[in-house]
C-alpha cells in the first residue's frame, strides 16, 4: 500500500513538499527575492519532470482519487504552464514584496486543480474545486499598491462564492435523486428527470463560470485587467486548462446518459460564447481586456471541440489546450515584461513596439498568430482538429459559425500585429532590457509555436491516451 | 531519371535564403543581401530546368504523375495522413519552371530597383519567402500541403504588398488582400475537408482516382449526401474553387487586387502578374479530372465566372488613370481567359484542349505580364509617379523600355507571331467548340484588351512630352533592370512556337494543336482594329477620348469606378451588416442586456447601496445575471427542450 500510495500521489506530494519549504523559507530568516527566485524556478521544473517518473494508473482513496496516465498528463501540461508562469514573469516576481507567499499560493491552487483532475467523487471534486479557487483570488489582489487589483480580488472572490452556492445547491439536487455522489455510480441512475437536469445545469454554470462561459463570464474581464499579469496568466491558462480538462470527463464519462442535454447547452453556449468574446475582443483598448475578452472566445472554440462527444474530441481540447499554454502564455509574457518596465497597458502604447524592441514584437506576433490559427503555426493545428472533431457530430451549422468566428477573431489579432509593426507612434515605447531567463521562456514558447503543430507524435501520444 | 530527389532543392534553396537574410540580413549581410538571393534562385532555376528537362524528355508522349519526395508530416489514426512531398507532373513541371523563372527575373531586376533602400535585406528577404511558398505550393503532392502553402503564399505577399509600412494606403491595402483572401481560403478549408472526408485521404492522386472512378464507394456516398439540395461532391468542389477564385483574383473576389499595386512594383510582377494570382488556375488544373468528371455543374461556373471576370474587367481597365492598375485589371482579365478556358474543357483527347490552352495561356502571359510590370517600373522609376497623365513622349528618354514594352502589348494583344496569339487562340478555338456564348464574350473581350492596352502604351511613350526633371536624371536604371526587360522580351516574342500540347494536357498524352487561318481572322481582325483605335484617339495629344468618354458618360462613368464593386462591398459590410446586425447587437446589448441587469439589480438597490461605497457596485448585477442565467437555462432544458 506505501509504495502505491507514493507513486499514485507523487505529483501531489511534491507540490506539498514544495509548499512546505516555502513555509520554512518565510518562518526562518527569509532569503532576498534574487536568490530565492531561481530555486523556485528549479522546484517548479522538477514538478514538472516528476510527472515522467512512471507510467502507472490505480485508484486511492475507494475510487475517490484516481489517477491514470491521461491524469497524469494533463498534471504535467499544467505543471508546465505553472513554471513556464515562474520564468516569464520575473520581473514582475523579482518586484513582488512577498514572494514566498505567491507561490505558496499558487501552489496551494495547483495542489487543488490536481486533486480536481483526480476526483472520484462530487464530495473531492467541490473541496478541490474550492481549493483551486480561493487562493487565486488572494493572487490577484498581490499589488497590493493597486486599488484595482483589490478590487479584481474581492470580485473573484465574491463571484465565486456565489458559484459555488449554485454549485453545491446542483450537487445537492443531485444527490437527492440518485442517492450517491460517486462518478462511477452515477451514470446507472441518471434518467432524465427535471430534478436531476436542474441539477445538471446548476452543476454546469459552475464550470461554465471558471471557464467564462457567456452568459457567464462577466467576472472575468473586471479581474483580468486588475490582477497582475502573472495571475492573469494563471488564470486564464491554467485555471482554464484545470477546469476543461474535469469538464470532459464529467461531461463524458459522469454525465453521459443526459447526453443530448449537454449537446445542446454547449451547442447554444458555444455560439454564443463565440460571439460575444469576439464582439467586445473588438472594441478592447487595454491590452488585459483584449487578451481576456479573446480568451473568452477561444472558450467558445474548445467548447465546439467538447460537444463531439468522443476520443477524438478529447485529443483535440487536450492538443488545443497544450498549444493554448504556449501561445497565451508568450503574449502574456510580452505584456507583462512591457507593464512592469513601462506601465504601459493599452494597445495605443504598442504601436510602433517593432521598430524599438524587435524581439517582443516577434514573440507578441508569432503568438498572436498561434493564437489566430494561422497555419502553420502550433495554433492553426489545435484549431482544426477543434473543429474536425466538432464536425463528426454533423452539425455543420456550428462549425460553419465557428469558421466565420475564425475570421473575425483574426482581424483583431492582426489589428494589433498591425498597430506593433506598421503604426508610426510619436511616443514609442522605450528599448527593454529583457532578462536572460524571461528571453529564454519566450524563445521556448516560440519554438512550441512552430513545432508542436509538425511533429505529430505527441498528437498522437495524447490519441493513445485517450483511446 | 536518378537525380529526381533534386526536386526538394528548389523550394529549400529560397528558405535557406530567407532564413539566412531574414536573421543575420540587417546586421552582417547587407548591401551583398541581393546578390546573395539572387545566387540562390540562379541555383534553383537551373535546378528546375534541369528536372523539367529530363521529365519532359524522359516520358516524352505519355507523362506519369510522379512523386519523388514523400514525407509523412502528421498521420492520423485511420490511415488519413498530411504529407509534405513533391508531386511531378506536367503541370507542376511546367509551374516550378515558371515560378523560378519570373522569380529570378525579378530579383534581377530589383537589384537596381530598390538599390539604396533602407530595408534592402527584408526585402529580400520577403521576395525568397515568397518563392519558397509559392514553390512548395505549386509542388504539393497533397491537397493540405497546398493548403498550408497557400496560406504561406498570403502571409508573405501581405509582408511584401505592406512593404512600404509607412504609407497609409499600403498598410490598407495589404490588410485588404490578406482578409478577403481569408475569407476565400476559409471557403477553401471546408472545401478540402469535405472532399478528404469522403475520399478518406488527403493526397491528390489517391483522392482525383477515388472521386472519379464511377464505380467507387467514395465518389457514391460523396454524391448521395447533400446539403441544402446539393451534393456533398458539387460543395466539396465548388469551395475549393471560391478559395482558387479569391486568390485568382475573379469576380466578385477581385476588389483587393487593384489595391494591392501599393507594393514595390518588380513585387506585382512577381505576386500579381506571374505567379500568386494564377494560383487559383492552377489549383483548379489540379483538381480538374474530378471536376470534369464527376462535377461538371461546378466547371460550368468556373467557366462563366472567368468569361465574367474577363469582360468586366477589360472594360475597367480602359478607364484607369494609374498605369499599375491597367495593368492589374489586365491581368484579371487574361486570369478570366485561363479560368474559362478550363471550364469550357473536358477531360483527355482532343475535347481537352481548353486545359492545355489554358495551361499554355498562362505559361505566356507570365513572360509578358511579368515584362509589362517590370517595363512599367522603370517607367515610374523615371518619371515618380504612377498617373498616366504625368507621362508621354518617353519612347526618347527609355529606348530600351519602349521596345520591350511595345513586344510585350503586341503579344497580349494577340497580334501574330507573338506569345500570346498562340496561347489565345488556343484558348478561343476550345471555347467555339464547346460554348460560344463565351467564346463571344471572349473575341469582344481581346479586342477590347488590345485597345486598353495600346492606349497604355501610346499615352506613355507619345501623345504630349512629359515634363521630366532633368535634374536627377539617372537614365534607365542600369543594366540590372535592363537584363531581365530583354530576356522576358525574347520570352514574350518567342514562348508562342513551343508546341505546348506535346508537354501539358488533360490526360498526360500528347495532343496535336493545329491552327486555322480562317478561325484566326475574327480575333486578329479585331485585336487589330483595337491598336488603331487607341492609335486614332491616343497618339497625339487631342480632346478625342474626351469626347469620347462624355459621349458614354453613363457607362464610362460607371466603368471608372469599377462598376462600384467597391461601394456595393462598403454597402453591404457598412450599411447593412452594420445597421442590421451591428446596431440591433449593441441595441440589445446596451438596453436589454443592460436593462435586465439593472432592473435586477434595482430589485436589490437597498443591498447594494451599501456594498456600493467598498467597491464598483456592479459584482452584484454579475450574480444577478448569473443566478437569471441559470435559472432560466434550466427552465429551458426542462420544460421546452426535454
Known amino acids: ?467 | 531519371m536518378s537525380n529526381l530527389s533534386l526536386i526538394i532543392w528548389i523550394p529549400l534553396l529560397p528558405l535557406a535564403g530567407f532564413i539566412l537574410l531574414g536573421i543575420f540580413g540587417r546586421k552582417y549581410v547587407g548591401k551583398a543581401a541581393g546578390l546573395l538571393a539572387t545566387a540562390t534562385m540562379l541555383a534553383s532555376t537551373l535546378i528546375a530546368l534541369y528536372i523539367a528537362y529530363g521529365y519532359f524528355t524522359q516520358y516524352a508522349g505519355n507523362y506519369p504523375k510522379l512523386v519523388p519526395v514523400n514525407y509523412t508530416w502528421l498521420s492520423f489514426a485511420n490511415g488519413l495522413s498530411i504529407n509534405m512531398g513533391a508531386l511531378l507532373d506536367p503541370i507542376s513541371a511546367m509551374m516550378i519552371v515558371v515560378v523560378t523563372f519570373i522569380s529570378l527575373m525579378v530579383h534581377i531586376y530589383s537589384l537596381g530597383y530598390m538599390k539604396g533602400d533602407e530595408r534592402f535585406p527584408t526585402y529580400f528577404a520577403f521576395l525568397q519567402l515568397f518563392t519558397f511558398s509559392m514553390l512548395g505550393l505549386v509542388l504539393a503532392s497533397n491537397i493540405f500541403q497546398t493548403y498550408v502553402f497557400w496560406e504561406l503564399v498570403g502571409v508573405s505577399s501581405f509582408l511584401l504588398i505592406g512593404y512600404y509600412y509607412d504609407k497609409p494606403s499600403a498598410v490598407a491595402a495589404s490588410k485588404k488582400a490578406f482578409i478577403v483572401t481569408r475569407f476565400a481560403d476559409l471557403g477553401f478549408l471546408i472545401g478540402i475537408l469535405i472532399l478528404s472526408y469522403f475520399s478518406g485521404t488527403l493526397d491528390f492522386n489517391t483522392m482525383i482516382g477515388s472521386l472519379t472512378d464511377p464505380n467507387s464507394v467514395q465518389l457514391q456516398s460523396a454524391a448521395s449526401h447533400t446539403f441544402l439540395g446539393v451534393s456533398a461532391l458539387t460543395w466539396g468542389a465548388v469551395l475549393v474553387f471560391m478559395g482558387g477564385a479569391g486568390k485568382s483574383a475573379m469576380f466578385p473576389l477581385h476588389i483587393w487586387l487593384p489595391d494591392a499595386m501599393e507594393g514595390p512594383t518588380p513585387v506585382s510582377a512577381l505576386i500579381h502578374a506571374a505567379t500568386m494570382v494564377v494560383a487559383g488556375v492552377f489549383l483548379v488544373a489540379r483538381i480538374f479530372p474530378i471536376l470534369s468528371i464527376s462535377t461538371p455543374v461546378v466547371l460550368e461556373v468556373v467557366g462563366w465566372v472567368g468569361a465574367v471576370s474577363a469582360v468586366i474587367a477589360a472594360i475597367i481597365a480602359c478607364t484607369q488613370t494609374d498605369i499599375k492598375r491597367v495593368l492589374a485589371y489586365s491581368t484579371m482579365s487574361q486570369i478570366g481567359f485561363m479560368m474559362f478556358a478550363l471550364g469550357v474543357s473536358k477531360y483527355g483527347g482532343e475535347s481537352g484542349l481548353g486545359f492545355t490552352a489554358s495551361m499554355f495561356h498562362l505559361f505566356t502571359h507570365a513572360m509578358f505580364k511579368a515584362l509589362l510590370f517590370l517595363g512599367a517600373g522603370a517607367v515610374i522609376h523615371y518619371i515618380h509617379s504612377n498617373e498616366m497623365k504625368d507621362m508621354g513622349g518617353l519612347r526618347k528618354y527609355l529606348p530600351i523600355t519602349h521596345i520591350t514594352f511595345l513586344l510585350a502589348c503586341l503579344a497580349i494583344a494577340g497580334v501574330p507571331p507573338f506569345a500570346g496569339f498562340f496561347s489565345k487562340e488556343e484558348i478561343l478555338l476550345a471555347a467555339y467548340e464547346n460554348n460560344p456564348a463565351i467564346y463571344y464574350i471572349a473575341l469582344v473581350t481581346s479586342g477590347v484588351t488590345a485597345f486598353y492596352m495600346f492606349r497604355l502604351y501610346f499615352m506613355i511613350f507619345w501623345n504630349k512630352n512629359a515634363t521630366v526633371h532633368h535634374e536627377h536624371h539617372h537614365g534607365e536604371g542600369g543594366f540590372a533592370m535592363m537584363l531581365p526587360l530583354l530576356i522576358l522580351a525574347l520570352g514574350a516574342v518567342g514562348a508562342g512556337f513551343i508546341p505546348f500540347g506535346h508537354f501539358v494536357s488533360s490526360d498526360g498524352l500528347t495532343l496535336e494543336s493545329h491552327f486555322d487561318l480562317q478561325f484566326s481572322a475574327a480575333p486578329v481582325a479585331l485585336g487589330l482594329a483595337g491598336i488603331f483605335l487607341a492609335m486614332w484617339m491616343y497618339k497625339k495629344e487631342n480632346n478625342k477620348p474626351q469626347q469620347f468618354a462624355t459621349a458614354l458618360s453613363g457607362f464610362y462613368k460607371a466603368a471608372y469606378h469599377k462598376f462600384y464593386i467597391d461601394e456595393i462591398y462598403l454597402f453591404v459590410t457598412k450599411k447593412i451588416i452594420f445597421n442590421l446586425v451591428g446596431r440591433p447587437a449593441a441595441w440589445i446589448d446596451r438596453n436589454v442586456v443592460d436593462g435586465m441587469v439593472n432592473l435586477a439589480g434595482n430589485s436589490t438597490v437597498f443591498v447594494s447601496e451599501k456594498i456600493k461605497k467598498f467597491q464598483s457596485g456592479k459584482v452584484q448585477q454579475y450574480a444577478i445575471w448569473f443566478l437569471v442565467s441559470a435559472v432560466l437555462i434550466a427552465a429551458l432544458f426542462i420544460y421546452v427542450w426535454k
Request: proline share 3%; aromatic share 14%; net charge positive.
Open chain 1, 1 to 467: 500500500m506505501i509504495p502505491d500510495f507514493i507513486y499514485l500521489m507523487r505529483s501531489e506530494l511534491v507540490v506539498t513538499l514544495i509548499i512546505f519549504f516555502l513555509l520554512f523559507v518565510k518562518i526562518g530568516k527569509g532569503m532576498r527575492n534574487s536568490s530565492l527566485l531561481p530555486v523556485i524556478q528549479f522546484l517548479l521544473l522538477v514538478n514538472f519532470l516528476s510527472h515522467f517518473a512512471c507510467h502507472c494508473s490505480g485508484n486511492l482513496f475507494g475510487n475517490m482519487f484516481l489517477v491514470t496516465p491521461l491524469i497524469t498528463m494533463q498534471k504535467a501540461i499544467l505543471s508546465l504552464a505553472v513554471y513556464l508562469i515562474s520564468l516569464l514573469c520575473t520581473e514582475w516576481l523579482k518586484k513582488t514584496e512577498h514572494l514566498a507567499e505567491f507561490f505558496l499560493l499558487m501552489l496551494s491552487a495547483l495542489l487543488g486543480m490536481f486533486f480536481l483532475l483526480s476526483s472520484g467523487n462530487l464530495l473531492i471534486f467541490y473541496l478541490s474545486l474550492e481549493l483551486a479557487t480561493i487562493p487565486v483570488a488572494a493572487m490577484a489582489n498581490f499589488d497590493l499598491h493597486k486599488r484595482i487589483s483589490s478590487e479584481a480580488a474581492m470580485k473573484m472572490i465574491l463571484s465565486s462564492a456565489f458559484s459555488s452556492g449554485i454549485l453545491l445547491f446542483g450537487i445537492s439536487l443531485v444527490y437527492g435523486s440518485t442517492g450517491t455522489l460517486s462518478f462511477s455510480a452515477l451514470p446507472a441512475l441518471l434518467n432524465g428527470s427535471p430534478l436531476q437536469i436542474m441539477g445538471f445545469v446548476f452543476l454546469f454554470t459552475a464550470f461554465a463560470f471558471k471557464l467564462s462561459i457567456v452568459p457567464f463570464h462577466l467576472w472575468t474581464a473586471d479581474v483580468y485587467e486588475g490582477a497582475p499579469v502573472a495571475v492573469t496568466s494563471f488564470l486564464s491558462v491554467v485555471s482554464k486548462g484545470a477546469i476543461a480538462f474535469v469538464f470532459m470527463t464529467f461531461l463524458y464519462k459522469v454525465f453521459q446518459p443526459l447526453h443530448t442535454t449537454w449537446y445542446n447547452l454547449i451547442f447554444i453556449l458555444s455560439i454564443i460564447t463565440m460571439v460575444i468574446g469576439n464582439l467586445f475582443a473588438l472594441r478592447q483598448n487595454n491590452i488585459k481586456r483584449f487578451l481576456a475578452f479573446s480568451s473568452i472566445a477561444q472558450v467558445g472554440f474548445i467548447l465546439v471541440g467538447i460537444s463531439s462527444n468522443d476520443p477524438g474530441g478529447m485529443t483535440a481540447v487536450i492538443f488545443f489546450i497544450l498549444v493554448y499554454v504556449f501561445s497565451n502564455l508568450a503574449a502574456f509574457g510580452v505584456a507583462d515584461v512591457i507593464a512592469v518596465s513601462t506601465g504601459k497597458e493599452t494597445i495605443e502604447d504598442y504601436k510602433g513596439l517593432y521598430a524599438t524592441n524587435p524581439f517582443l514584437g516577434w514573440i507578441l506576433a508569432l503568438s498572436l498568430f498561434s493564437l489566430a490559427g494561422i497555419p502553420p503555426t502550433a495554433g492553426f493545428f489545435g484549431k482544426l482538429f477543434l473543429l474536425t472533431a466538432g464536425a463528426s457530430t454533423g452539425n455543420y451549422w456550428l462549425i460553419i459559425i465557428a469558421g466565420l468566428n475564425m475570421v473575425i477573431s483574426l482581424y483583431y489579432y492582426l489589428k494589433l500585429v498591425r498597430a506593433m509593426f506598421m503604426d508610426k507612434n510619436e511616443n514609442p515605447i522605450p528599448k527593454i532590457y529583457v532578462n536572460r531567463t524571461v528571453k529564454w521562456a519566450m524563445v521556448l514558447c516560440a519554438l512550441a509555436i512552430i513545432l508542436l503543430g509538425m511533429f505529430s507524435w505527441l498528437y498522437d501520444h495524447i490519441h493513445s491516451l485517450v483511446a
